[in-house]
Structures are given as C-alpha cells and as structure tokens.
C-alpha cells in the first residue's frame, strides 16, 4: 500500500488513512506518496485534472451510490474509471469544439483567428520546426524584457522536456533563496493481481496498443506502449487488474526570479514526452478566464511532432523562430502547417541570424501574408553570451526595448485577428 498526500483536491475530498486513498471525488489534482503513518491532508479548492494521469492511489466513491451510479449496475471503482473516461471523452470533444469555433471565426484571408478578451491571460508558443534556430534566446529574452519594462510577472515554461536548456539561463537571475517545487509525473499503468487472474486473455484482446499479452499463466504488461486508456481494467471479468503510476518524469517550478518558470524533465528512456508537457500546462498555466493578465510563454520543443502539438495546443499566438536559409524555409513551412493549418492559430516570424542565407523566408512569409515581427542580426556576441548561460538582453541590453516591441507586436496581430 503506497500512502498519498493529497496536495490539492476538491473542497469536499477526504483522506482515507487505512484505505490510502482519497474518497468523495471524481477528479483530484496532485498526489504524492508519503510513509506509512503520514496519511495527508487536504487543500481545497481545485484546478481540475484529470485523474487517472496523475494518481499514485485509486479514486473511488464510498459514499451512498448515485442514481447514475445504481442505473449503470457498476461497482464504485469500475464506476469511478467510467465517469473518468466519460470525463475524458468529454473533455476532449469540448476541446475538439473549441477548436473548430475558433477556426470558424478565422478570417478566411489572414488565416488569424478572433482576438482574445482584453484582461484574459495570453499565451504565446515559441516555435520553430528544426532546433537551434535561436527558440531558448528568444522566449528568455522576452520575458526577461516584459518583466523588466511592465509590472507583471511573466510565466515560462520550458516544454522541452527531453532536453530542457531555458534553466540554463536562469543561472545567476534566481536567487539562492528560491525554492523549486518538483513532482513526479507518469501515467497510469495496469497491474494484475494474479491471485484474481483466470487467463480469459480478454484484457489483451481489448488492447489497442498491444501493450499486455496473457502467454500461459503470466500476464506481461508493456508500460512504454501502454496508452493508459484503461480499456484492460474495465474489461477484466474478475477485477484482476488495477492501475498503477508509472513514473515517466518530473515538472518543477520556481517563484522568485525575475519571471516565474516552470520546466518538464522526462526520465531516460521514456518514450513518450506529451503526458508530461500537457501535465506541466495543467500545472502551472491559470485555467481560461482566469482574469490574470501576465504574458505566459512556451518555450516548444524542436520539430512538429505530437510534443510540439501539445505545447501549441490552447496558445493564442505561435511565434515561429527560423533563420534564412533554405533549411529554415523548409522547417518553418511544416511548423506553420501545423500551428496555422492545422491548429489554426495565428503565427508571426522572428527571423535569427538575418544576413545569413537568401530571401528565401522573406518571400514565403509576403506569399502566406506571415508578419515577420523581428529580426535579430548575426552577431558573434549574441553566439558568445549564448555559450557562457548569459540571456541575450542581460549580454546586451539594447535589446530589452525590441523584445518589449516584439511582445507588442504580438498582442497587436493577436487582437487584431
Ligand atoms: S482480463 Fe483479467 S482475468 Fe482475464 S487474463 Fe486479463 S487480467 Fe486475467
Ligand atoms: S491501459 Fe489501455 S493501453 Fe494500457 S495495457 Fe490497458 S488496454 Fe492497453
């Protein structure tokens, strides 16, 4: 039995200190294991997250059934994973539709969707679709800049987290006096009791992913291709399987710098970085219509893969970081396929190392209507403050002004749809 501290969940969550685990609820943020004896306490109120992505126990009502609960004919835990894939599958709908409202509103020449509400949060995804186009400089800078010329404290988050480098640069802006607050991230995998286990086979048989297989009288479980659907759990006649956290990776935030940041780090080995990015966002970014205002920047991993999906998915601005050159012309036509064409968001260009290459990105961004918001020279100096950890404003300082105008800019098209 694994104890859990409940670090936020809903007002009404209990902690069960013999059962450890946490009852009342449908949903509960944050748990983290705590020694036998050391049950936890509860925080209220929640940011709601979906639970089977995060929990170290078992979500379960032991409370008197509900009508829904009585007219499904299901016992409390496999109800519990019921309205959690309902949860799910609504969510995710809901998403599909916003995204189809907003592509609705785009303006069918600009391809730039509808503003946001003055007063909302904004949330601007640093892009780019090969990686060492100058992403980290950029977001760090900008933020830097913002925090300096505004009274605001921006938020950035570092998606990387295969190989996250923005911290790098915080090296000598936090103080020592900072504390980082880190959590362990995964998903949800099975495991089977085999005491309960009849070898039906029919928890493989429902598994898209292959990722469980009944061979004679042992059950072999795949995490890194496991999808945590939980498809296995609620098919298994005997209740012979439950889920477990796999740990796959750790989030981390700091307060106390000139901006607040948070990163993603993924373990070695694990293959699949998407639930750790969209478990940061969920960490650490205000939910919508929240009336905080601070600029919040994505610092997206390199590509235009699912981890770059995910760190675009809900931005209001992609601000694509390219360089001119035929490589950075073909990179950044992907990455505008997919945050413009696909996401339908709106997108602007800051075009790095300017005096490289041709005019090959110039062109494309006048034929696709793309404003280019800035363009940074090259400069033996940016490339050595880069290698020593130094941000680029902090190196330079006459650039705080053209990154404040770069953020300007941004707000300006965002609204201007
Ligand atoms: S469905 Fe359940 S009982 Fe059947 S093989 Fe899988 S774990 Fe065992
Ligand atoms: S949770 Fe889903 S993906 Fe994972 S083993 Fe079970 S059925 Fe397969």
Redesign the pocket.
């Known amino acids: 039995m694994r104890w859990v501290e409940v670090v936020e969940a809903e007002a009404d969550a209990e902690v069960d200190a013999e059962a450890g685990v946490v009852m009342g609820v449908d949903r509960v943020a944050w748990v983290v294991p705590r020694p036998p004896g050391q049950e936890g306490s509860v925080s209220a109120p929640v940011v709601g997250i979906e639970s089977r992505t995060l929990l170290d126990c078992r979500v379960i009502r032991k409370s008197v059934p509900s009508a829904a609960q009585r007219w499904s004919g299901l016992s409390n835990s496999r109800f519990s994973i019921a309205v959690t894939h309902l949860t799910f599958v609504v969510a995710t709908f809901a998403s599909i539709a916003q995204t189809a409202t907003k592509v609705a509103t785009t303006n069918s020449i600009t391809g730039i969707a509808a503003p946001v509400l003055r007063g909302e949060r904004m949330i601007v995804t640093v892009a780019s679709g090969k990686g060492g186009t100058g992403k980290t400089t950029v977001a760090v800078s900008m933020a830097l800049s913002i925090a300096a010329d505004q009274d605001m404290t921006p938020l950035l988050l570092d998606c990387d987290v295969e190989e996250p480098n923005s911290a790098l640069f915080l090296g000598q802006l936090v103080p020592p006096s900072a504390a980082w607050e880190r959590r362990q991230v995964g998903q949800m995998?099975?495991e089977v009791d085999l005491d309960k286990c009849i070898y039906c086979k029919r928890?493989a048989e429902?598994?898209q992913?292959n990722?469980?297989a009944v061979v004679g009288e042992r059950v072999l479980?795949f995490p890194e291709l496991?999808?945590?659907?939980?498809?296995?759990t609620l098919n298994c006649p005997t209740e012979a399987v439950h889920e477990v956290l796999n740990v796959t990776g750790v989030i981390e935030r700091v307060i106390g710098g000139p901006f607040d940041f948070a990163q993603g780090r993924m373990n070695v080995g694990e293959p699949m970085a998407v639930p750790i990015i969209r478990q940061l966002k969920q960490w650490v970014i205000p939910p919508a219509g929240s009336d905080r205002g601070h600029p919040i920047i994505l610092d997206a991993p390199p590509g235009t893969a699912c981890p770059v999906v995910e760190s675009m998915s809900g931005a209001d601005f992609v601000l694509m970081v390219t360089e001119p050159t035929p490589f950075g012309l073909h990179d950044l036509r992907m990455a505008v396929e997919v945050a413009r064409d696909e996401l339908g968001l709106p997108v602007g260009v800051v075009v790095n190392r300017d005096g490289v290459g041709d005019q090959g990105v110039d062109a494309y961004c006048a034929a696709e209507n793309i404003p280019i918001l800035m363009r940074i020279p090259l400069d033996r100096r940016i490339a050595e403050a880069y290698s020593e950890g130094q941000p680029l404003v902090e190196a330079l300082p006459e650039y705080r002004q053209r990154f404040v105008e770069l953020w300007r800019r941004i707000v300006e098209c965002e609204a201007q749809g």
């Open positions: 995998i099975p928890c429902v598994c992913y990722a469980i479980i496991c999808h945590g659907c939980g498809s296995c």
